[in-house]
């Protein structure tokens, strides 16, 4: 049995300025053997494919896996890359040889200038090299934007089904036993997809909280069930203006097309009853800030700020109101401002007092720059390992970094490039002890709760500006369908 691992993953927020080139990629792209040597023994959809293949003696050919390099987001795909990654895909393909089957890692909110729906093609195109007959499966990340094409072109489509994402594995491995058992003649995979028509920013898509609690809960039921293979939702990813943007449910059963459809129904309509749930209002920055202060003199740090709208990392509006209302124990590990970075590279050393003006300097979202005082505690290109249950083990390597400390035990790093702290290696590899904090502020909106959820006593939402924000109304859509709830043009008022 020969099965290929190839994958081409993005999740673009179209509402960010520059377009997302070949230079993105290439130096992150990983061919042949490379991909199965970075991905072993680290918690990824390619891992579980490889658990799974190796323990039943098959041959793995790796063709190509394409991700974006560092530097937080960007926009569309040009043409120019996304034709170049997936017709790689295509012609390794064709170049392998005799294959029995196709596991693909792709991500689901890609958005490519030249194709609309661009993991569809990409499975298209995949079809080009390997014909009808052999069986193509697809993994993709729950912040999905897909719809009947994907379910048309792949023979089973299987969505990560925890949000923070701790499952990749667990999906890698879904996906290589069904790929397997087909192969094999022992399972014939039907699929069948729904929308409800239902849009929402990510920070309410939790899998372990309502409103996506449950749905997940309701595919679990569905599963339990004979001849149901898998259960899937896509939430959707707001940020993408796609024609596919929103929620999606997709279901694989074994050889039985309506009960398939009857599931993929059900699910749409319960999600469709939750709607309004998707789309509650969150405090802005101001309130957000005074929450936290007011949780800590109370004895309930400590707490994590959410400020998951920055797609860039420049914004300062959650910044400045820590300063403004007086904080203290505080840590923001990431203000992205390359010339402020690079001008404390060139001219600074650790210890030094500094003044500096930093962020607010991407788009009308990100407000104004700020201004702060303090001693350089940190300078360097940090490299460490994730602790946390998402990607455990894996190495980051990071550009210039300086962290500031601003007195009364309050911390911001300054940094070159977008960076984060999901767990708390992003804040002790800069010289910052997570122990000491009342109030740890993420530019995150879900992911950091799988590492972090075990550290602060609460996790405060937010709705403040930014390219990727929780209310939706503040951005301009045009090519979103006109029934999406709850800001297509025909619930707008």
Known sequence: MRIAIAGFSDETCTFCKDPTGVDRYESWALRGKAILDENRGIPTYINGYMKVLEAEGAEIVPITYASKGPGGFSSWLTPECFDKYSYEIRDGLKAAGKLDGVLLSLHGAMAAASAPKPEAEIVRRARQAVGPDVPIMVTLDLHANEDHELADAADAVFILKTYPHVDSEEIGVIAARCIVKTVKGKFKPTMACVRPGIVSASIYQASGYHPMKDVYDRCREWEKK????????????????????G??????????????????????DLAWSLRESFAAPLPGAEEATRMAMELVSQGKG??????????????????????????????????TDAKAATDLEKNHKVGDEVTLTIGGWYDQFSGTPAKISGTIEYMGKPTYRLVGPMRKGARVNESFVASIDLGLNRHVVVAQRMRGANDSAGLTAVGIDYTKLDIIILKDRVHHRAYWDSVAKVDIRTSVP????????????????????????????
């Not at 929620?247 to 749409?268: C, G, P, R, Y």
Request: charge should be negative; glycine fraction near 6%.
């Open 302 to 335: 400590p707490v994590v700020i959410a400020d998951g709208a920055d797609r860039i990392g420049d914004s300062t509006h959650t910044l400045k109101e820590l300063l403004r209302q007086g904080a203290k124990n505080w840590a923001i590990p990431c203000i």
């Open 466 to 493: 930014g390219q990727g924000p929780a209310d939706l109304t503040t951005l301009h859509y045009d090519n979103m369908p006109a029934d999406t709830f709850p800001v297509g043009k025909k619930w707008r008022k």
């Open 226 to 245: 004979p001849r149901v293979y898998c259960v899937s939702v896509a939430p959707g990813y707001a940020y993408a203006d796609v024609v596919d943007i």
């Open 247 to 268: 929620m999606s449910v997709f279901v694989v059963t074994d050889n039985n097309q309506e009960l398939a459809e009857k599931i993929a129904q059900d699910v749409s």
